[in-house]
């Protein structure tokens, strides 16, 4: 079933174009990723499907319903929830603090705590349940901000590049906690870490000037010597 699509997206900021003449389909149940160099669009395209910018032309829909227009809390709402890049949490509290306060936003008191002990031990932080967000190692701070996102029970959830400043280590304990989860919400994820991409992804698009410029399986994408000449800075025309 696709979940998300958007129809000749475009954005621009005075005569450049962000994002331009965008389709993309993305199915329930898939860990998409979005790659691409820096201002190929990602994030903007991340901000129309959130409703923190308007589109120029074209629309965004969800689950056959167009958002496009919609605010960002009404989008929230429908059942998509964002984790950025910089973690947003509640330095002077615990970890389960930061998780019971996500959770309370749906959930009466009681129910919040029983789902936020069983995130934690979903995402193997129990053990640092009672330390402070302002104590936890990078890695940790970003597993504390997904699963926040996740307290809110999404259908889809976005994540901007959340591997950015990790340890290897930290990385495959990422893949591995987007492979393993049991509410396993379908996962949009913009990132630039290419072996992270090869753990997780089921499908990968290419961003390059706003458009689409390749999509498909991730070895087919990754062993594309245009995609690879992108990211080298080499001049490829996209005929859209």
Not at 20 to 32: E, K
Not at 43 to 51: A, D, E, H, M, Y
Not at 139 to 154: K, T
Not at 160 to 181: F, K, Q
Request: glycine share 10%; net charge positive; hydrophobic share 45%.
């Amino acid at each position: 079933m696709t979940l998300l699509t958007s129809r000749g997206l475009e954005r621009r900021f005075g005569g450049v174009f962000a994002v331009r003449n965008l389709d993309f389909a993305m199915q329930a149940g898939a860990i998409h990723c979005m790659i691409g160099p820096n201002g190929a669009g990602k994030s903007t395209f991340f901000k129309l499907i959130t409703g923190q910018l308007l589109p120029t032309a074209g629309s965004v829909a969800f689950r056959d319903a167009v958002v496009t227009g919609l605010r960002p809390f009404e989008v929230a709402r429908l059942g998509i929830g964002i984790k950025t890049q910089v973690p947003k949490l509640f330095e002077d509290l615990d970890v389960r603090e930061n998780l019971w306060i996500a959770a309370r936003h749906r959930l009466q008191a009681h129910a919040a705590g029983r789902f936020v002990e069983e995130l934690l031990e979903e995402l193997n932080l129990t053990s640092i349940a009672k330390r402070p967000v302002s104590r936890l190692a990078h890695g940790q701070r970003q597993w504390v901000e997904i699963g926040g996102v996740l307290a809110g029970d999404p259908l889809l959830m976005l994540l901007d590049e959340p591997t950015a400043g990790m340890s290897d280590a930290e990385v495959e304990r990422t893949a591995e906690l987007l492979r393993g989860m049991r509410r396993a919400p379908s996962i949009l994820v913009v990132e630039h870490n290419m072996r992270f991409i090869r753990m997780v992804a089921d499908r990968v698009t290419v961003l390059h000037q706003g458009q689409k410029f390749l999509e498909g399986d991730v070895n087919t994408v990754l062993g594309d010597p245009a995609v690879r000449d992108i990211y080298l800075g080499k001049r490829y025309k996209h005929d859209a």
